[in-house]
């Protein structure tokens, strides 16, 4: 277990999204002839008076012209957030907002005394860039822990967000709304227009707004805000300032469609005498997105047929583990609106930071079956065919908060020819159904929250049974938080139960996993029932943690799952049986002196236990962090993990002691705003006692030749030698053995990523990745005495020699009777590619044009040679995908 970032500074999330957004103190509001005033200080609440127009206003790149601005309350006086805390800003900034009969308006003026020195960098829409912002952050429901966020740059460059338990950010959700901007030379402007029917509102007869507005400023890496906030607390929506007397304001009625259309022409490398092979295919597709409200805060959401071409691959991996690689949801339906849904069952951050609930990309995902048999032939699908989804999510105004998401998911067979001209289909993933529900409610203006959750899956039971899945899956429980303490501490808690049904042979497998190992000999705790239908399991966790109020970070935490507790189905989880503790203490300094502009040193501690008592975990950490005064920065830090039990080393044999592990880390980044910008990343590890070791190396060059065109080269380079790497269960059933290997594993890559903005509307974007991994293994042995305290106690040396059919052979008991086994060397290479085109031609409504390339190969040789496993990769036969798609906003 590796914690990282425990105690790290609590920047907001969608500081991190403007990288930037600010706190202010001290301001004079009001419109002209009239003066409101506000008290300084960071306690403050600062106040507008709302102002209602009849009409609505045109959006004019000569903002604040007009004589309805002229009426508009003023917001003056920003302070800075950072890079020192409550200073005056170097530049001054001022607000004024209006209501109109469908949007509201909100126009900001940034001075500026260098013009010249205003930065704006074209990139495509929601994008970060070291460029000038202006921010606007509306919290109308006024529960002070959801708010709207929009932004642009002084080129007309738009990102927005959604803020949710005050400080955490949703980038998946996309509002449809404008803004014009205009330099001269005062500095620049921007006129937002955001339509009510993007906000979220109830029928009061007087209520408030929570609102603030932000800007940053490029070349002094300067932030500052209207209301103020504070690097030193875990508050955002919370610390906003206020819209007061809003009347006569009717929430619109909410109809959006999204209808789509695509072309696709796929050209694929095959062999001419396979009967399911079509070199060139071209098909369409017609589907879309219907989005409607549901009163005057919630909103039914359904994806009829839905379509993701246009998403970007998923990066290379080799995954030796017996566990599942974790990949992020990519997809834009179950990205937006995803934070109701989010329901994290982690400890710490890492891999286990992973773990949750409920993974979206189980919706959709490859057919799990495998064909049976040796036919000639298979047309296998690649993924799973979603028929239909649909979200209904929302708020309250009585603080209540609802999810709930359903899809249904096609049946997928694999058509087999037996080579005699008969052709079968085979079930290799039944027809599910999945849902997710989540319940929350908000007291104490938003510092408590309890809530309930449930997740279901449910498959076609014959199908099911044929395939060994489980048929029926089912999650549910509480959760609990409260900030007290001037909201300067947060406890937090839940409780969760679980109960997975299926055939006989679905459940052994469920018993079976490397989640659990029932079938471990030595775990008296743990029983394994070859006549199960369904198992049952619970898991828990609680945390206090200091969030603010001062420069100190701490907490503690412990997390729970009974060996039964299985959420796969629609969640991801790697493991079960397990107590886990977690300690952390660390210091924050955000106060610039002469050289640092921050820094932090943070310490560790954690540990695990089985429900058999076994410890599984015990480590320590200690990390730190800078950054200079020239915008420079890095980070490092050491972990040991101390050797101990590990109960899935042999993969569902008796647990076996692992040795000591020494990690560290470290890396660095140039300063952001530089047209051309270094990062780079080192971490490795070392074991002694096995002479394994481990180091992965990358560096990424970021180069901006021009305001609208970035390229990223990311090269990487991975080593990794292991004296245990598991190579397999060797042997008849009864008398097996477990064999391991020293594996000698190079793996290389490069991340290309290279855009083009021809428009704030218009670009171009390019993402290709290269990528080899190439693995030996020799010195095999096998276990002896896995609990022994030495190292080479715990193996014994066997021969092993190569077989003349191919394979290799292995001398288990020392009598020249040579056991056979599948040769563990590896090499393979892949290559994938996108290039998109994408272009909103009018605001909700966008152009996709798309070619994906990809390409594989693998051979038998472990033996890395750079040069010759690129040449044999590029000289494989390539599948290429051409793709048209449209879609078009509406709203009736």
């Known amino acids: 277990m590796t914690i990282r970032k425990c105690g790290v500074t609590m920047i907001p999330a969608f500081l991190t999204l ?55 309350p003023v917001a003056r006086d920003f302070v800075q957030w950072r890079p020192d805390e409550g200073a005056p800003p170097s530049q001054a900034t001022e607000a004024r907002v209006l209501f109109g009969r469908e949007a509201l308006y909100v126009a900001i003026r940034a001075w500026d005394s260098a013009p010249d020195s205003i930065e704006g960098l074209l990139t495509r829409r929601d994008e970060p860039s070291p460029s000038d912002w202006l921010v606007v952050l509306v919290d109308s429901y ?179 583990t017996a566990f599942e690689t974790f990949f992020p949801e990519r997809r834009p339906f179950f990205l937006e609106g995803a934070n109701i849904f989010r329901f994290g069952i982690g400890l710490g951050d890492g891999d286990d930071g992973n773990e949750t609930l409920f993974h979206s990309r189980r919706i959709g995902r490859s057919p799990q079956g495998s064909v049976s048999g040796d036919p000639e032939w298979v047309d296998r699908p690649d993924q799973t065919r979603i028929l239909a989804a649909g979200k209904f999510s929302g708020r309250t105004g ?65 199908h099911a049974r044929e395939l060994a899945l489980r048929s029926r899956g089912y999650a549910g429980g509480v959760d609990f938080s409260h900030r007290f303490h001037d909201d300067g501490f947060l406890l937090r808690g839940y409780l969760l139960g679980s109960r997975v049904e299926g055939s006989v042979e679905a459940i052994r497998r469920t018993q079976e996993s490397p989640a659990r190992y029932y079938q471990r000999p030595d775990a008296d705790h743990l029983r394994f029932d070859e006549a199960r239908t369904s198992l049952m399991g619970h898991s828990g966790g609680l945390e206090v943690v200091k969030v603010g109020g001062g420069p100190w970070r701490g907490g503690v935490g412990t997390r729970w799952r009974s060996p039964g507790f299985e959420v796969n189905d629609l969640g991801f989880m790697n493991t079960a049986d397990h107590f886990k503790q977690l300690l952390f203490v660390g210091y924050h300094s955000n106060r610039p002196g002469t050289h640092l502009r921050r820094w932090s040193v943070n310490a560790n501690a954690w540990s695990e236990w089985t429900f058999g008592g076994e410890r599984t975990e015990y480590g320590n950490e200690v990390n730190g962090s800078f950054e200079l005064t020239n915008g420079w920065g890095g980070w490092g830090g050491i972990n040991v993990n101390a050797s101990v039990l590990d109960p899935r080393l042999l993969r569902g044999g008796p647990a076996m002691r692992r040795e000591e592990r020494i990690g560290g880390w470290f890396g660095f980044y140039t300063d952001s705003r530089r047209d051309i910008r270094l990062n780079g990343t080192t971490r490795g590890g070392v074991r002694p006692e096995s002479d394994s070791w481990s180091l992965n190396t990358r560096v990424d060059l970021l180069w901006r030749p021009s305001p609208g065109t970035l390229v990223r080269l990311g090269p990487f380079v991975n080593r990794n030698v292991d004296d245990r790497q598991w190579v397999g269960e060797v042997g008849e059933k009864g008398e097996a053995h477990y064999l391991f290997g020293r594996l000698d594993q190079t793996t290389v890559g490069l991340d290309l990523r290279a855009e083009l903005a021809l428009a704030p509307t218009l670009s171009v974007q390019l993402y290709a990745q290269p990528f ?31 077989l003349d059919g191919g394979g290799y052979g292995a001398d288990l008991m020392e009598d020249r009777n040579v056991v056979p086994f599948d040769d563990p060397d590896f090499n393979t290479g892949r290559f994938r590619s996108n290039l998109v085109f994408r272009w909103e031609y009018r605001p909700g409504s966008t152009l996709f044009l798309v070619w994906s390339h990809g390409r594989d190969h693998s051979r038998g040789s472990g033996t890395f040679h750079l040069g010759e496993d690129l040449d044999a990769l590029f000289s494989q036969a390539a599948d290429h995908r051409f793709m048209v798609k449209l879609n078009r906003w509406l709203s009736p």
């Open 18 to 72: 403007t990288a930037g957004f600010v706190s202010a103190a001290g301001q004079d509001i009001g419109p002209p002839g009239q003066e409101a005033i506000v008290e300084a200080g960071a306690t403050a609440t600062r106040t507008l008076p709302f102002v209602r127009i009849d009409g609505e206003l045109p959006l004019s790149e000569e903002a604040l012209t007009g004589p309805a601005w002229q009426s508009a």
């Open 398 to 462: 009585r603080g209540w908060s609802v999810g709930i998401l359903s899809a249904l998911t096609a049946r997928e067979d694999a058509r087999i020819s037996t080579g005699e001209g008969l052709v079968l289909n085979q079930v290799l993933e039944p027809r599910t159904n999945y849902v997710m529900g989540r319940v929350q409610r908000d007291e104490n203006e938003g510092r408590t929250a309890v809530g309930t959750v449930f997740t279901a899956t449910v498959r076609n039971a014959t």
């Open 772 to 802: 080899m991994s190439a693995g030996t293994h020799d010195a095999f042995k096998t276990v002896d005495a896995p609990r022994a305290r030495g190292y080479e106690e715990r193996f014994r040396h066997v021969e092993v020699r190569e």
């Open 142 to 320: 006024h529960d002070r822990r959801t708010g709207f966020l929009f932004m642009v740059n002084p080129v007309g460059v738009k990102r927005d967000a959604l803020l949710y338990d005050d400080i955490d950010e949703d980038e998946g959700w996309q509002a449809v709304w404008d803004v014009a901007v205009n330099r001269d030379e005062d500095g620049w402007t921007a006129e937002f227009r955001i339509p009510y029917s993007q906000l979220r509102f109830g029928r009061h007869g007087e209520s408030s707004w929570g609102i603030n507005f932000g800007r940053e400023i490029a070349r002094h890496q300067e932030m500052s805000t209207w209301a103020p906030l504070s690097q030193n607390d875990a508050r955002i929506v919370s610390r906003s300032g206020i819209v007061e007397g809003i009347r006569d304001l009717e929430p619109p009625r909410r109809i959006e469609l999204k209808p789509y259309s695509v072309v696709q022409l796929q050209r694929t490398p095959g062999d001419p005498a396979d009967p399911f092979h079509e070199g060139t295919v071209l098909g369409g597709d017609l589907g879309g997105d219907v989005k409607v409200g549901i009163g005057s805060n919630l909103t039914m959401d359904v994806a009829v047929n839905p379509d993701f071409g246009q998403v970007e691959a998923d990066p290379g991996r080799v995954n030796l």
